[in-house]
């Protein structure tokens, strides 16, 4: 069985603010998004909140218009959150029941090219079980498999599957499987939490997959909290109760199945202290360690391949793990640093908005 995991950053569409070629105003607007929103759930708007509301409304370029700016818009379903007049706009809505709407963050397409090289990507690494990362919809996998695969001269998948998580902005985690390897259970963490509140950025997808042995293959893919925005603080306890909530998964599972995989973006390296209940408190094993395993002397799964860029894993049980024959990280679909000359990439990849992600794939071969 070759199990991969592989952050394909989107198939068709993706949140406009993710998509830039400057990170920074990206970023930018995406906190600005965050704090607005946390502030419009509240019950009710004091004076404080309606001046804040209207501050990051014109940072976002939405002071003349639900639709001005070039990351989000504000939708007023019913009701009005605010009333626009010449002498400015004002915070009409007393509170969240007063209206009912939100600022969603807008989409772009793909580029096309790069949609081609992310098929030619998964093309390539022909995996039997694939973990994807950033996928918007079940639909867009759907619609990528019968019509970009295919059209690159891949073999589709019989299985395409993925479940809405916590993020508004179509990065959720999925799955393909070929025949072969049946889905004969899904189990959705989406509603976990704890005293803090929800656990999961997405969610902890655990699908078990009978494999052409008869072998019970259980997999729980994540995509863990980025570094990429609001304070490092903060980011770093998010993705610390995340691995944390794994380990309890895992250590349950432990209990009566021989056969766990964690796979997916866990956005930290190693070493990192958030990551440390679930790679130093278990007894799973980075496929990375195994003796066999290429990494192509770049033992990072993003960017330039760092090792400050190893945050993409396949972490299996010891037995899975006894089973294992190699494994590599792909990475003929990045860009690879400013002049992309740090590695071999496809030949169609002329510029970074060309590749196929900024991840890497990573892929283990194990005799399940």
Request: some cysteine.
């Amino acid at each position: 069985m070759k199990l991969a995991s592989y952050n394909l950053e989107n198939l068709f569409l993706r949140v406009h603010a993710l998509n830039g070629e400057s990170w920074s105003e990206g970023k930018k607007a995406l906190e600005m998004q965050a704090e607005l929103s946390a502030i419009l759930g509240k019950p009710v708007y004091t004076a404080a909140d309606k001046k804040k509301i209207v501050k990051l409304l014109g940072e976002l370029k939405l002071e003349k218009s639900d639709d001005g700016g070039p990351f989000a818009i504000l939708r007023q379903n019913r009701g009005h959150l605010v009333k626009r007049a010449k002498t400015g706009i004002e915070v009409v809505a007393g509170g969240r029941n007063d209206w009912i709407g939100w600022v969603e963050l807008k989409r772009e397409e793909v580029n096309e090219e790069a949609t081609r090289n992310t098929a030619r990507v998964i093309n390539d690494i022909d995996a039997d079980v694939l973990g994807v990362i950033e996928a918007e919809s079940r639909p867009a996998l759907v619609r990528f498999n019968d019509n970009v695969i295919k059209g690159e001269g891949g073999k589709p998948y019989a299985h395409a599957m993925l479940i809405d998580g916590n993020d508004d902005r179509g990065i959720d985690v999925g799955l393909y499987a070929r025949a072969s390897y049946e889905i004969v259970a899904i189990h959705s963490h989406v509603d976990d939490a704890d005293n803090t509140g929800r656990i999961f950025s997405r969610d902890c997808a655990h699908y078990e997959i009978r494999t052409p042995k008869g072998n019970l293959l259980h997999l729980l893919i994540n995509h863990f909290k980025s570094k990429g925005f609001g304070s490092q603080t903060t980011s770093n306890a998010k993705r610390e109760r995340q691995a944390a909530r794994v380990k309890e998964i895992y250590d349950a599972l432990r209990e009566s199945e021989d056969h766990v995989a964690v796979i997916g973006d866990f956005n930290d390296t190693p070493d990192s202290a958030p990551l440390a209940p679930l790679l130093r408190q278990t007894d799973l094993k980075d496929i990375s360690e195994h003796a066999r395993f290429d990494d192509g002397g770049r033992p990072g799964t993003f960017g330039s391949g760092a090792a400050s860029n190893k945050i993409d894993y396949i972490l299996l049980s010891p037995a899975l793990f006894a089973a294992a024959k190699g494994g590599g990280i792909f990475r003929e679909g990045v860009w690879g640093g400013k002049n992309g000359t740090l590695f071999p990439h496809y030949p169609e990849i002329t510029k970074a908005s060309e590749a196929a992600s900024d991840h890497a794939a990573i892929w283990a071969d194990v005799d399940l």
